[in-house]
């Protein structure tokens, strides 16, 4: 340890450190300076970015031993606070820039040096100085970060009022609609960095608090003979090592497996016991008094382990030698089938038809968001074990984990933290029981905090599709029939493994109308990491499939590809693969929005396509549901307190999508007659002891919550509406006997597909129409995309911030998708960098954005979800335009330059 | 457990909480508002006040089971920032309000919630609310706070603006001088609680650090027959338990006992081995992961004793059947004796003197600072252990201790923190050598925060005397001769006891030029509390004794008091008990200008005087020392630094009483030539390793580490001095091979005084007279100080905030030394209350201040001390004025009412 003396935001502080130690944990360990955050923990993400003495650098990676006696370090809070907003600030709240929050501290900093040594930069500078310094972004594309340094800039130079960064409601009061960019609730939290995340939160709890750290499991496949935490539990600062034996339930996560799945969906283990199932599997807790501490002890655990094949690939998984991952269940564990309209054997047998097939590989996705895993837990006065994590699920996760735990209802309650992004990965339960295990077994506050290489390596990922796709059409190009036959790498576990697997009969060739489609999909258990929830769903790999090959059908055909689409999306009357009306047909109609921009586009990148760089314009089509599958119903309560405020009261989670916004845009709607100012609304984070809202997944939330806040909102209009047309006071209320508290449920006629894949899964759909443009360097195979133009139907807009926000960040995870993200070497990909995360020149800076605003009629006020639907259409508009850029097609996401260049070698 | 939304400072937080915790623990451990500060813990100083929805709170004894949810919370970070204060923080620097600075947070949060609810307050009304609302200080005298509550107000109201608050320099941009309101350097960091006191930089260790509780004795006086720490060892969160058989030296503290001390100076343990000497001795020390687990692990550890008798006063400890509490050196272990001019006896033997005398007891009077003695401690990477401290004598308690660890000399290192008050009881070493031991034992980072009972109960207090002085005067009124005699209490550690026994000698009846003077002093050792400096020491006893003889022997005479001391005190010529010529004969012209006052106080009482509530008016005159005993010297190194700035590098320690501006009052005089900005200079905080300047006692350090400053400087100008009469810049200066930092070295020629009381003790004296006017309630006794004047000669003055600020804040001291405080009853005592500490409407609002500017010639710049001087005059004062109103002679202090009350009915 040594003694430096440094100013901090103006303050001197004498600080007493580890030499090794690194600036961003001081600032937050030790000084409590919470606003910086920590990301990647390696330098790749820019969410610590302090200024010390004038230059930005990435805190995490900065060690003390370099930090200068009476440096200077400027960190958000010194930058501005809620009450006195700086320029940049403003301006980040005004573009929308804040989407889940965790990059905003970082960023707002990174703006700031920017702007101190260059106060009049180009979009193109901006966009270089993030790329520089490793900005990265995970939720708004990038495009509104630039958008807020470039007016905060001009408001900085003079040229603008600060006032102009302000929001102003308008004249009659609305914040509902296309037209609002009222600004989210978390906004100002997020911008001074005083929204407080699980990390942040854990370091708040009391002095007594235990940090965790898990005993993982280093092979992919094994049996464990034992585990001897004797020689750990004498380590420095250990108070407890919590192993399968601690846990008083069945140890095991319920996956709430269907009916016809062959196994029973509890194959997950809490603590593993017998097995090792991947990569990272959790053996033991270290529960000690610090991190260097516990993950001392956690080294020292000694496991047995009797190592058995690792089935890395469903290929592997397959073999006829393949042992049983979960003994007594076939590795291949369920299948749906699809048979909609006549058999198409004998149309694809028929010497008419254009035939055009293909197999692709989709990859095995990471979420990337900026904000690692983490949770916390105590034992509250009631005896219940409370359990914060970044769960997206509150109410699904309580029932996936209590039998585990052994707890009974009343003894566990789950509570959403704000979340630094999830995109889908905390649909499933990660950390909340194993956090919960150890509260249990040490009857003290714990806390679990993964580091970037645990975020990658255990957490659920997208899971790969192997997927044959046919379609046959006539020769004018009508599609007559469809083939598809897929396999599903789940991992290990089973859960929503069977879910996933009947996304492909919904979503391959869904915007087409097909008369005939027949296919099965089938699930397979590898040991390569689970599958989980991951923005689109299953639309992402079965419409990029189907995508692929639809355009390898034009190609035959000899048909445009937007011609091909013209004539074969849904119109009025046409069915989905499902057999299902759709709730809007507007895909003509973005067709036609789309057409002169994609003759444009064409026709530049003829023009601009050179010997060693060719330009190439691709189109795809697709939709995506608003729900879980089936039936499907929300709960809300809308709450008026006696300050006049009134809360919005719903278990809708907030991955940084928006929640907030969510039910504050839609009760405020709901609640025109009140006249109620916009502020005078609270939204609540989600929590068991909330009304049932069901999961924040499926882009369902705006769709049920949001209908489940109306419905809430409207009882309470009705129960304190008085004759002369106002409304009752709190107190009013009370004395007249009326209640101040209103509940609200949503329900939807939705029907599961049946064993044929035939039903009405969702109510709402969203549907999108996207065109790319990219450049393929030949040599290298290198591929960039150029610009985006996408057009999407909706339904009806709450906010404008919001969804452009949502659609900006989808399609840049859509580039990455197509382009550069893969989680397939446990090693290389256990990184930001190595996965693949996209920064800022990765995406441009032209994205734009054409929306149809169609209402919904099972959405409240006609609105639809968003969050799904940009990763269900761009990436195979990309893949297409590839193909149109080089003649060459790609079979396996990511498109990374080497398998860009063996394609173009292929071809020829 | 439970969990709760509450809004601290407009920022909303979700709080995990045991609903036991104190909101001050929360506010502090948890969310890190290190702004309100913990004092006395238990709701008796308002150090920690915030304001709860609009009210203010104790928020150390505000259990979180009290805080609603949703509560709006204000804490000092919420009123103002560094680059952002508020009226009241800003009005606060401007009146020196700030002095220790520990009470500021909770005195301005108080003065919010004042002004809040009333705008425009009186003086009695802040008054008021301050006592109300316990808001306590141990500094100031209050007088300075409630003008900065009242201009702050007026600010507020728009009747004054808020530049009238902002420091201007003047003109010719002198900071030195009695016109100077220069706000000194801490001011900012005090008034808005960003200064880091002891308490709050242990929060900010690395999270590895380990909280120390001791194993303290609960009885006086003990042979240890054994300590088992098994079952404590055993106890969650503790890392190890550290007794004497851990300390690798000698295990004592070294006294520095004089040679003619009949102990070695080396009978207090760090950790008892043998024998428990005093009530709350250290036994053992717990490190454990948290406060609670410290302490009950401390609870846990089982000492076997066999319980001694506790000698708790001198006629005890001096019992013919006492044993030796030291065995081998006897309870009377030194003698101090004094003879000036010829013999004595026969004077007093002289039939036509007049003859006083009087026994007068003295109390163990408590410091009570605001914050309560804490320490921290490391090993650095050089491997050497680092204490930090509240140490006002880094160096001193580096010799005193280092022998007792078995350290060498270059691996112990001693900083001091700044300081929420001293007063002098950390001249003694307390906590540092404690937390040196268990940092050697553990390895890691530890601190050791005690309690305030803790603070009261194992901390050293100011020794009584029991003394006998008799004066003898011929009949016109003039002193011929005087005796002494005195035994002084220093409880059962030596150290520094012989020195204080020498005090005697030099001040009683230092002012008067006495001829004639025998006496002894004897220091004897007992079991109650330990013996340490506090200001004035020694001639705060002495010269209560001495002065309330002297007024007797006015009455006797029948002259007026004020003619008596007029005629007596020290003329050009005169000697001191010592022999030595004053080096400032201001006596009269200090009487002179107070006779006027005295006329009119006189009269005043006469006239207000009713049959229950008597008016008194008294009269003191004394003297103190500057310096330790003896020649004295300190050092000092000005440095200037590459940006311009330049470093008074110096080991001044800060109890709060103004190191900081000390040091740059006096290097901004001395640097005059260069005109340097003031905010240019930078003071240090002490550390062994800067220049030995000698402790921070005695006032001592304005004269001789302000000397040394202004030889530093002085040679900084010989060497940088350009011949154009300008000054090098640092480039300039190393490119011309020039140093860049100075050192300065300034000592005295003084001569301890020798086995008959003679020498030379100090160059430098202050000197004082006091007017004090009283109220006695005679059904109770109850006294109250209703007006002060002080004339002081303390030489020139550096800074007039500073010297008001300890002048006010001493006279309160000396009120309630006279009236209220004690340490005597150990249980009683242990509480702020139980110790008397005087309250905003126990001290009156009108101490006014006469200054008395004359030049001392060892003095830097003509400047002498200032902090001992209120503590040696004003209180006989008090007491003589009792006498004046009731006929009563109150014989021991504090003249409690009950004291008070059995004088005026042993007089009838």
């Known amino acids: 340890m040594i003694q430096k003396t440094i100013i901090v935001n103006g303050v001197a502080h004498n600080i007493f450190v580890d030499q090794e130690t690194s600036l961003a944990k001081l600032l937050r360990e030790q000084l409590h300076l919470l606003g910086t955050k920590i990301g990647c ?78 106060p009049d930069p180009t979009r193109d500078q901006v966009r270089d100085w993030f790329q ?115 846990i008083k339930g069945n140890n095991r996560i319920n996956g709430l497996a269907f009916p016809s799945n062959k196994g029973d969906g509890k194959e997950r283990p809490i603590l593993c016991d017998t097995k090792v199932f991947q990569y990272g599997d959790a053996i033991a807790i270290v529960a000690a008094d610090t ?48 048979a909609k309209g006549e058999d198409t054997a004998p149309i694809f047998a028929n010497n008419d038809v254009v035939i055009a097939e293909d197999s692709i590989i989709t990859s095995r996705t990471p979420h990337m968001p900026l904000e690692p895993d983490c949770a916390f837990g105590y034992i509250n006065d009631d005896g219940a074990v409370i359990i914060h994590s970044k769960s997206i699920g509150v109410h699904l996760h309580k029932v996936m984990i209590l039998e585990g735990l052994g707890l009974t209802d009343d003894k566990l309650h789950l509570v959403s933290n704000p979340m630094g992004g999830t995109f889908g990965y905390k649909f499933s339960p990660t950390n909340e029981a194993i956090v919960a295990a150890a509260v249990i077994a040490t009857g003290r506050p714990c806390y679990l905090l993964f580091n970037y290489h645990q975020q990658m390596q255990y957490t659920g990922k997208r899971s790969p599709f192997y997927g044959t796709v046919r379609m046959a059409a006539d020769k004018t190009g009508k599609i007559l029939a469809m083939e598809t036959d897929y396999d599903v790498d789940h991992g290990p576990y089973c859960e929503f493994g069977d879910l996933l697997t009947v996304r492909g009969v919904q979503f391959m060739g869904a915007a087409y109308d097909i008369p005939s489609i027949r296919g099965e999909g089938r699930t397979i258990c590898t040991n390569h990491a689970w599958g989980s929830a991951f923005r689109g769903y299953g639309g992402t790999q079965a419409q990029l499939i189907s995508e692929i090959v639809a355009d390898e059908l034009a190609v035959k055909l000899n048909i445009d590809p937007w011609e091909f689409r013209y004539k074969n999306v849904c119109r009025p009357g046409a069915t989905n693969p499902n057999g299902q009306i759709l709730d809007s047909y507007s895909y003509t109609e973005m067709l036609e929005a789309i057409k002169p921009k994609y003759e444009a586009a064409l026709k530049k990148a003829k023009a601009e396509s050179t010997p060693t760089h060719k330009k190439g314009v691709g189109l795809a089509v697709g939709s995506y549901g608003c729900g879980l599958d089936g039936a499907d119903s929300s709960n809300a309560r809308a709450e008026l307190n006696p300050d006049g405020t009134i809360t919005i009261c719903t278990a809708w989670e907030d991955h940084g999508q928006g929640a907030d916004m969510g039910a504050i845009g839609t009760a405020h709607r709901a609640l025109t007659p009140m006249k109620v100012a916009p502020e005078r609304l609270k939204f609540t984070w989600a929590d068991t002891r909330n009304p049932v809202s069901g999961p924040a997944g499926g882009s369902r939330s705006q769709v049920m919550t949001g209908g489940a806040i109306r419905v809430a909102c409207e009882n309470m209009l009705s129960g304190l509406k008085k004759n002369d047309g106002t ?87 859509a580039i990455g998708l197509a382009l550069s993200e893969d989680f397939e070497d446990i090693e290389k990909h256990k ?45 195979p508009a990309i893949l297409n335009a590839i193909y149109n850029a080089t003649g060459a097609r790609v079979k396996r996401i990511p498109a990374l330059p080497a398998r860009v260049l063996e394609a173009i070698k292929n071809k020829d």
């Open 41 to 118: 923990g390696e330098g790749q993400c820019g969410a610590c970015n302090v200024i010390v003495d004038g230059k930005l650098v990435r805190s995490c990676v900065y060690k003390l031993k370099r930090l200068p006696d009476n440096a200077q370090i400027l960190t958000i809070e010194g930058i501005g606070s809620p009450d006195n907003l700086h320029v940049i600030q403003k301006s980040w709240i005004k573009h929308g820039g804040a989407q889940c929050g965790y990059c905003t501290p970082g960023f707002i900093v990174s703006s700031k040096a920017l702007l101190d040594s260059n």
């Open 132 to 246: 520089k310094n490793r900005n990265a972004c995970r939720c708004t594309g990038y495009i509104p970060l630039t958008d807020a340094v470039i007016e905060a800039a001009k408001v900085l130079r003079g040229e603008a009022k600060v006032e102009d960064l302000e929001y102003k409601l308008p004249h009659d009061g609305h914040i509902w609609g296309l037209d609002s960019k009222y600004p989210r609730p978390t906004a100002v939290g997020k911008v001074t960095g005083t929204l407080k995340y699980g990390g942040d939160l854990s370091l708040e709890l009391p002095p007594n608090r235990l940090r965790l750290a898990l005993v993982q499991a280093k092979v992919s496949h094994a049996n464990i003979k034992g585990i001897d935490t004797s020689a750990a539990e004498k380590l420095p600062g250990v108070f407890k090592i919590v192993t399968h034996k601690d």
């Open 291 to 338: 991190e260097e501490h516990a993950n001392a002890a956690a080294e020292a655990v000694k496991v047995d382990l009797e190592v058995l094949p690792a089935y890395l690939s469903i290929p592997e998984a397959k073999a006829p030698d393949a042992i049983e991952i979960h003994p007594g269940t076939p590795n291949h564990y369920f299948t749906q089938k699809l």
């Open 727 to 813: 409304y009752l006071t709190y107190d009013e209320a009370v004395a007249a006997g009326k209640p101040t508290k209103y509940d609200g449920t949503f329900s939807v006629p939705g029907e599961a597909v049946n064993e044929l894949g035939q039903g009405k899964p969702f109510m709402v759909y969203m549907y999108g129409v996207c065109l790319a443009e990219v450049t393929v360097e030949l040599a290298t195979g290198k591929t960039t995309a150029d610009n985006i133009v996408f057009a999407v139907d909706i339904g009806k807009i709450n906010n404008r911030l919001i969804v452009d926000g949502q659609l900006w960040g989808g399609v840049a995870q």
């Open 831 to 875: 990184t930001m960098v190595g996965g693949g995360f996209p920064y800022s020149k990765d995406i441009p800076d032209n994205i734009e954005l054409l929306y149809f605003e169609h209402p919904r009629e099972f959405g409240p006020f006609g609105a639809g979800g968003v969050g799904e639907i940009p990763l269900c259409v761009p990436h």
